[in-house]
């Protein structure tokens, strides 16, 4: 048994990844901000014989992300950290010109500072058991998406310390993972009043991830449609 951190779980690609991370065996750490979708979430994970600590609460706050980690380490193996929470910033989204700075400051906060803030508290832990850190991005950090400047512009520079992180470790593996457009609370939000049913379930983009987990890929960016398809690593 290993355990995971997976933030942000408590509805979307997060629960649909801690949910299956449990079917796989694994124990784990889960937190969000929405105290009641993350018992949710837990309820799920027990109703499969899994084990999980829910802990509600807010990535950004260092006393919250401090104790994730003691809880992870406090279980079996603490060898997985996923950094999946993520906050979209206004709905709809502005233009540069008009986005809000103190907003701005927010997003940076939760997609960008809060994961290092992880990555720094876990790495000592990760490196003995030659763990794996997981930061989730999107294809708004590579592609100049009219109107996603601010959360664009936060999941780029994730990219970019998940690159810097990897040459840097060379005991743990680091994968920044972009799962695609999903039919989520977050992707609703980001285009209200649009329908976004033709949009895939997370569920259905679990296992590009897991995919990443159990085969032998080097540090690295991947996306779940490559990794669905066999492309990844040929």
Avoid: C
């Amino acid at each position: 048994m290993s355990t995971a951190i997976v933030t942000g779980a408590s509805r979307g690609f997060g629960r649909a990844l801690a949910v299956e991370l449990a079917r796989a065996g694994w124990d784990l750490v889960i937190d969000a901000r929405g105290e009641p979708e993350l018992s949710d979430t837990l309820a799920m994970i027990e109703d499969l014989g899994g084990e999980a600590v829910a802990m509600p609460g807010d990535v950004t706050d260092p006393t919250h992300a401090g104790r994730l980690v003691e809880a992870a380490v406090a279980g079996s193996g603490f060898s997985l950290l996923v950094n999946n929470a993520s906050l979209l910033g206004p709905s709809p989204q502005p233009r540069l010109a008009d986005y809000p700075i103190g907003v701005f400051e927010e997003v940076l906060a939760a997609n960008l500072i809060a994961p290092l803030r992880l990555v720094q508290l876990a790495l000592p832990h990760l490196r003995q058991n030659r763990g794996t850190v997981i930061n989730i991005t999107s294809d708004a950090a590579v592609e100049p998406y009219e109107g996603w400047g601010g959360y664009g512009a936060s999941k780029a520079g994730l990219e970019q310390l998940s690159s810097i992180l990897a040459a840097e470790e060379s005991d743990i593996t680091v994968y920044w993972f972009d799962p695609g457009d999903m039919r989520t609370a977050m992707h609703q939000d980001a285009y209200p009043g649009e329908d976004i049913s033709d949009r895939p379930l997370p569920e259905t983009r679990v296992p590009g991830l897991l995919g990443l987990l159990s085969g032998d890929y080097p540090s690295g960016r991947y996306l779940a449609d490559e990794m669905l398809s066999g492309v990844a690593g040929t």
